[in-house]
């Protein structure tokens, strides 16, 4: 019965207690705008600036780029919007930003690194961003990809406070930036967990690859503790920590990342119905005991059976 009331649910998320847990959509590509905007959602947790840059031998102009940014900014107003700089390299390669010639793009110059060799690339988009941002309605985040390292996200911040942009945030994708979340969370305003690449990262598995997909399970309880190290470390600095990777879209896994202290969660627009009745069907203290149930279990197939069981028991 509770989960018939809970299908009825719209608006913010919450637990059944009233816990807010912000839900918000994934964008990628300018076609998908107009499903992303309607969808019942407080924002863009992640946009994927990537596409703009795509299929091309330069990057965009400061016009197109400002174009882009604006007509999402405007689908948006009231709103929040994430947008994540140019995450490059490895399993999104491109000509003019990465080399061809890296053994292992996956660990090379790819996301934030590529600023380093290329500032101007990361300058221009940031002045692109800022300009769009003027006079929005939309409440314009800023973060990095692939940050690894607390001096990544100092650098990024001033870079983006010195557009004029207020808030910037690091992406936590390496196993390295989870363990160290509290530093990182000091040098920005707020951290976002990646599991797609921290899933790769944790277990040496290429997630291109459908022969390791076992490894690249989002209930793999290494990385759920990695989770909990980064949401806790951000509780600790008074900085939200949500998951933008393909973890958040699963309901019940929802429902453990917040048990272990995400304050928002960004999945594609479809998913986020599922997400929200889940939560509101279950409390705070639930979704803490059932992530202690994951935590606890052996792999990924026993904490998924482990949530399963706990979460019908309660219902
Ligand atoms: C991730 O790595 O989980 C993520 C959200 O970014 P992307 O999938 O674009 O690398
Ligand atoms: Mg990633």
Redesign the pocket.
């Known amino acids: 019965r509770r989960r018939e009331a809970a299908a009825r649910v719209s608006g913010p998320g919450r637990t059944a207690d009233g816990h807010a847990v912000k839900l918000l959509v994934n964008l990628g590509a300018l076609p998908e705008l107009d499903a992303a905007a309607a969808a019942d959602s407080e924002g863009v947790g992640?946009f994927?600036t990537e596409f703009l840059y795509l299929d091309r031998e330069q990057a965009p102009t400061a016009e197109e780029q400002t174009g882009a940014y604006r007509t999402v900014f405007d689908a948006f107003a009231g709103r929040r919007v994430v947008v994540r700089t140019l995450?490059a390299g490895a399993d999104k390669p491109l000509p003019f930003v990465t080399a061809a010639d890296e053994q292992n793009p996956a660990l090379g110059v790819r996301g934030l690194r590529t600023a380093r060799r290329d500032p101007e690339l990361l300058e221009a988009q940031l002045a692109a961003i800022a300009a769009a941002a003027q006079d929005t309605e939309a409440d314009v985040w800023v973060m990095a990809?692939m940050v690894s390292v607390p001096g990544e996200a100092a650098e990024f911040t001033a870079r983006v406070r010195a557009h004029g942009l207020r808030t910037a945030g690091a992406m936590v994708?390496v196993p390295a930036a989870a363990l160290r979340a509290k530093d990182l969370a000091r040098q920005c305003d707020f951290l976002s967990i990646?599991?797609?690449?921290?899933a790769q990262y944790a277990f040496a598995a290429d997630r291109t690859l459908g022969t390791l997909a076992e490894f690249l399970d989002p209930w793999q309880p290494a990385l759920l503790e990695l989770v909990r190290t980064a949401a806790q470390a951000g509780a600790a600095c008074d900085r939200p920590v949500g998951v933008?990777?393909e973890a958040a879209a699963d309901p019940m896994l929802a429902l453990v990342l917040v048990g272990l202290g995400v304050s928002s969660l960004s999945a594609a627009p479809s998913c986020l119905g599922d997400v929200r009745a889940t939560l509101a069907a279950h409390s705070l203290d639930d979704c803490r005991r059932l992530a202690g149930l994951a935590l606890a279990a052996p792999d990924a197939t026993a904490a998924r059976a482990a949530v399963r069981d706990g979460s019908v028991r309660e219902a």
């Open positions: 992640l994927r995450d990809p994708e990646g599991t797609n690449d921290l933008c990777g």
